[in-house]
């Protein structure tokens, strides 16, 4: 759920040269991600899209009991974030923008698969009403003639209930269901805040020589998130 104020943050989107081998349909987005969930969560989303005031947790109703929907989708290959940093003035009343990518083939070289603030409780000031996603793809579709941005997101989790003592930063780990799952959900794009930056909490092991830095997100459990990457993330991750 996003914050409603005046200086909310608003997603648009950059739509990409689509690819030949692009996923079309919700089927094919299941075999391009390997996410054979995805058919329920999308179920799920809709749920929660068309139920806004129904108590009951979205991921408690049988999907048979859910909208569904197989039908055509586009795929984007990044999203703009325009927001609200006033301590941050690059544009013109403290609106900044930036891009948020999902790539598989960032400039035609190595996947890149940015990570996000999502707004998770408008009630709460900065992280507290924040987690921390990475996004595995942008897309959108029409359902009852409304269109839906979406995104495929993997969650973290937020470690203990304050920074940590010696760093000053937010920790996180990537989530898990009970069964060690990772907990992969569609969102909609209206509750990304804006990109966030994490960086890897080192053990006492040397890291291997060949480990490219666009495999760091998949080869560490834990990271800080970097309160550090401007003033305006100094603000929200503090």
Same mark, same amino acid.
């Given at each position: 759920? *996003?914050?409603? +104020?005046? =200086?909310?943050?608003?997603?648009?989107?950059?739509?990409?040269?689509?690819?030949? #081998? /692009?996923?079309? @349909?919700?089927?094919?987005?299941?075999?391009? $991600?390997?996410?054979?969930? $995805?058919?329920?969560?999308?179920?799920?989303?809709? %749920?929660?899209?068309?139920?806004?005031? +129904?108590?009951?947790?979205?991921?408690?109703?049988?999907?048979? #009991?859910?909208?569904?929907?197989?039908?055509?989708?586009?795929?984007? #290959?990044?999203?703009?974030?325009?927001?609200?940093?006033?301590?941050?003035? *690059?544009?013109?009343?403290?609106?900044?923008?930036?891009?948020?990518?999902? /790539?598989?083939?960032?400039?035609?070289?190595?996947?890149?698969?940015?990570?996000?603030?999502? +707004?998770? +409780?408008?009630?709460?000031?900065?992280?507290?009403?924040?987690?921390?996603?990475?996004?595995? @793809? %942008? %897309? *959108?579709? @029409?359902?009852?003639?409304?269109?839906?941005?979406?995104?495929?997101?993997?969650?973290?989790?937020?470690?203990?209930?304050?920074?940590?003592?010696?760093?000053?930063?937010?920790?996180?780990?990537?989530?898990?269901?009970? !069964?060690?799952?990772?907990?992969?959900?569609?969102?909609?794009?209206?509750?990304?805040?804006?990109?966030?930056?994490?960086?890897?909490?080192?053990?006492?092991?040397?890291?291997?020589?060949?480990?490219?830095?666009?495999? @760091?997100?998949?080869?560490?459990?834990?990271? &800080?998130? !970097?309160? &550090?990457?401007? =003033?305006?993330?100094?603000?929200?991750?503090?």
């Amino acid at each position: 759920m *996003s914050h409603h +104020n005046p =200086h909310e943050p608003k997603v648009e989107w950059i739509q990409y040269s689509l690819e030949r #081998n /692009c996923a079309r @349909t919700v089927s094919a987005l299941v075999l391009e $991600l390997s996410i054979p969930q $995805l058919p329920n969560m999308l179920s799920h989303f809709l %749920f929660a899209q068309l139920n806004p005031n +129904n108590p009951r947790d979205p991921l408690q109703i049988p999907p048979a #009991n859910c909208p569904q929907y197989d039908e055509r989708i586009s795929v984007f #290959n990044s999203a703009c974030s325009r927001f609200f940093a006033p301590s941050d003035l *690059s544009g013109i009343g403290g609106m900044r923008r930036e891009h948020i990518r999902a /790539c598989p083939a960032w400039r035609k070289e190595h996947p890149r698969y940015d990570c996000i603030f999502v +707004n998770t +409780n408008p009630d709460l000031e900065g992280m507290r009403g924040m987690d921390v996603a990475r996004v595995l @793809t %942008f %897309f *959108s579709f @029409t359902y009852r003639a409304e269109r839906y941005p979406c995104a495929v997101v993997r969650w973290f989790d937020t470690l203990g209930e304050s920074p940590d003592d010696d760093t000053g930063m937010w920790m996180v780990q990537p989530a898990h269901h009970a !069964n060690n799952a990772p907990h992969i959900a569609i969102i909609h794009v209206d509750s990304i805040y804006r990109a966030a930056h994490i960086i890897p909490i080192y053990g006492s092991r040397f890291i291997s020589p060949n480990l490219q830095h666009y495999q @760091t997100y998949d080869s560490f459990h834990r990271f &800080y998130i !970097n309160k &550090y990457a401007d =003033h305006h993330s100094f603000e929200i991750a503090s």
